[in-house]
């Protein structure tokens, strides 16, 4: 990739048509990572997660890295068909000659259209927007606007007993979580008594309920009646009912607004412009939850210019993810600097994290930096790679922008390689190029 002659900023929106695309290798990997706990919301339980890792590398070495996170009934796309349709996004991009980026973004979409590929085009546009941030050395929090390097996060305890969730509770409020998201939306008593038990050991925590469509109209409003009485105050109550009940949406947004003064988040009604227009013009929500996995990047980056000038107010979330999604959110949120809400906490949830590092994390709060490391692959991507050229990998000294860790098995890889000894700790992956 080449820049071309001195643009005035390093701005997402300049490098559309500043920067020159020339990509070398590009491919997509299965990312399957266990969960500590199955993780189960009112619409879909998971038990481990089985997503899609894409690295693409350009001519110059730098190399950028995205998530195509897969959520039953949330995401359009099975592990199968992102794996299909990153396979053809991919060689595209190898095939192409040098275009710039806005032209390769676009055919992106044109590959990946609608809601139905939108995951796995805003795994690809993450890696594709992250090669080329690498390329120009600027850590992607600042490609974003570059308003701040750090956001505090809020932390989800799914549906589980009112045992589990008390205890889930009390550990995040040691860890310096002030903000709890609960999911519920499957059983309206069994999650007023779950709200009960975790006000016992937490009673001045903040709230974020989460139904995933769960409720009916009527019950969304019982469950504020039942809080209302409790005397607790969600600061947040998000997608109520079912994406589609639009009347309904609007009914919950009207009486919670006015009665209760709780705001109502749209998460699944918003897919895209489309449906943030129409819940802006008629009023159904007031606040719009941004997920990278529902509309892609540059999807979510309109929706998000819209939100704004509608002076609604925005969230920014995603699926069961990793460091690799959750961490380009992260950057984008810091960088623009427009969300009220922040619930960017899954991969907290996870028991073996493929890759850390990138970004400090201090409870709640995350820290992004100018991280750079070593470009050696995760290890369910290791093994494709291997059989081309291991040695290779120990050698290579590509920048990348992100600079998370390997804590894989690499490490023992490589002393096999070089005939035992000590094994190598800490080697960064080049997942995600901006941290």
């Known amino acids: 990739m080449i820049a071309s002659p001195k643009p005035t900023s390093f701005g997402f929106r300049n490098l559309m ?31 481990k997660v089985e997503n899609v890792g894409i690295r693409v590398e350009l001519s110059n070495g730098s190399v950028g890295w995205g998530e195509a996170p897969i959520l039953p009934s949330v995401t359009a796309e099975d592990q199968l068909t992102a ?71 809020d932390i989800t305890i799914p549906i589980v007993s009112v045992d589990d969730a008390s205890k889930l509770a009390l550990q995040y409020k040691r860890q310096g979580f002030k903000t709890l998201k609960l999911k519920v939306g499957k059983n309206l008593n069994a999650d007023i008594e779950v709200l009960k038990g975790i006000r016992k050991v937490y009673p001045d925590c903040l709230f974020v309920l989460d139904a995933n469509e769960g ?40 009486i919670a607004k006015d009665k209760y003064g709780v705001p109502i988040a749209a998460d699944e009604s918003c897919r895209n412009l489309d449906d943030a227009k129409r819940i802006a013009k008629q009023n159904l929500a007031g606040v719009i939850n941004i997920k990278l996995a529902k509309s892609g990047v540059l999807g979510a980056l309109e929706v998000i210019e819209l939100v704004k000038d509608l002076e609604l107010d925005l969230m920014i979330g995603g699926m069961v993810e990793t460091r690799l999604a959750m961490g380009f959110a992260g950057h984008l949120a810091a960088g623009m600097g427009c969300f009220k809400f922040v619930d960017l906490d899954t991969p907290l949830l996870l028991s073996e994290d493929p890759v850390f590092g990138g970004y400090e994390v201090c409870g709640a709060v995350y820290k992004f930096a100018n991280a750079r490391g070593h470009d050696f692959l995760e290890k369910l991507q290791l093994a494709h790679r291997l059989q081309h050229q291991l040695i290779a990998l120990v050698k290579m000294q590509v920048v990348c922008i992100y600079g998370i860790y390997c804590r894989s098995g690499l490490c023992k890889t490589i002393q096999a390689i070089r005939g035992g000894g000590a094994p190598t700790k800490g080697i960064k992956l080049g997942i995600l190029s901006s941290m």
């Not at 020159?20 to 199955?38: F, M, S």
């Not at 594709?128 to 050395?137: F, M």
């Open 17 to 47: 048509n500043t920067v020159t695309l020339d990509v070398l290798r590009a491919e997509g990997r299965a990312l399957n990572v266990p969960l500590i706990a199955p993780f189960t919301i009112a619409s879909s339980r998971l038990d």
């Open 83 to 153: 794996l299909t349709k990153a396979a053809e996004a991919c060689s595209f991009l190898k095939r192409s000659p040098p275009m710039n980026l806005g032209s390769a973004l676009g055919e992106i979409g044109r590959i990946l259209p609608g809601h139905e590929f939108a995951s796995v085009r805003a795994g690809v546009e993450m890696a594709v927007i992250d090669a080329v941030a690498n390329s120009i050395g600027v850590p992607l929090w600042r490609l974003f606007g570059g308003a701040s390097n750090t956001i505090t996060t």
């Open 215 to 254: 409720y009916t109209p009527g019950e969304a409003v019982e469950v504020l009646q039942k809080l209302h009485d409790m005397e607790v105050t969600p600061i947040l109550f998000e997608q109520p009912v079912h994406r589609d009940d639009w009347e309904g949406l609007g009914h919950v947004n009207q």
